[in-house]
Each structure stands twice: as structure tokens, then as C-alpha cells.
């Protein structure tokens, strides 16, 4: 029998702003993983708009800090 699929009760903004609240600054791939644990079909391009979402928004800030790697912060 196949597994049923279920929508969340929260949007994937609120899960990165909270663990961004409670974790502090992380890397994308750190972030990415934590995401993927509570958002299984999440894929790195939805993560990335995401990230450009609340980016422009003005909630998170990203910068570069290596080739490939960004930090993301949230803004207090």
C-alpha cells in the first residue's frame, strides 16, 4: 500500500527563520540538511528561491564566503 503524503501546517519560511533563530548563522549546506530533515522533497533549487524570498524581504542576509559556500544569517 502506497504511503500517504500530507501537506505541512507550516510554511518552509517559518522552519528556516526558526532554525536559523535557534541555531544562528550557518552555511547553505548546513542549512540545507536541516531543512531536509523536516521537508524531504525539498530540492536545492526551491531552497535556493526560498532563500532569495526572505533575502529581498529583508528577514535573512547572505554572503559569500568561499567559492560555492554562503553564510546565512537572520536579521534582527
Same mark, same amino acid.
Request: aromatic content about 8%.
Given at each position: 500500500?502506497?504511503?500517504?503524503?500530507?501537506?505541512?501546517?507550516?510554511?518552509?519560511?517559518?522552519? +528556516?527563520?526558526?532554525? +536559523?533563530?535557534?541555531?544562528?548563522?550557518?552555511?547553505d549546506d548546513?542549512?540545507?540538511?536541516?531543512?531536509r530533515s523536516?521537508?524531504?522533497? +525539498?530540492?536545492?533549487?526551491?531552497?535556493?528561491?526560498?532563500?532569495?524570498? +526572505?533575502?529581498?524581504?529583508?528577514?535573512?542576509?547572505?554572503?559569500?564566503?568561499?567559492?560555492?559556500?554562503?553564510?546565512?544569517?537572520?536579521?534582527?
Amino acid at each position: 500500500m502506497p504511503q500517504i503524503k500530507t501537506w505541512k501546517t507550516r510554511p518552509a519560511h517559518f522552519a +528556516l527563520l526558526s532554525i +536559523l533563530s535557534k541555531k544562528g548563522d550557518l552555511t547553505d549546506d548546513e542549512l540545507f540538511s536541516q531543512m531536509r530533515s523536516e521537508f524531504e522533497d +525539498l530540492g536545492f533549487k526551491d531552497f535556493n528561491e526560498l532563500l532569495l524570498g +526572505l533575502e529581498v524581504s529583508g528577514k535573512i542576509r547572505t554572503s559569500g564566503m568561499s567559492r560555492g559556500k554562503r553564510r546565512i544569517e537572520i536579521v534582527q
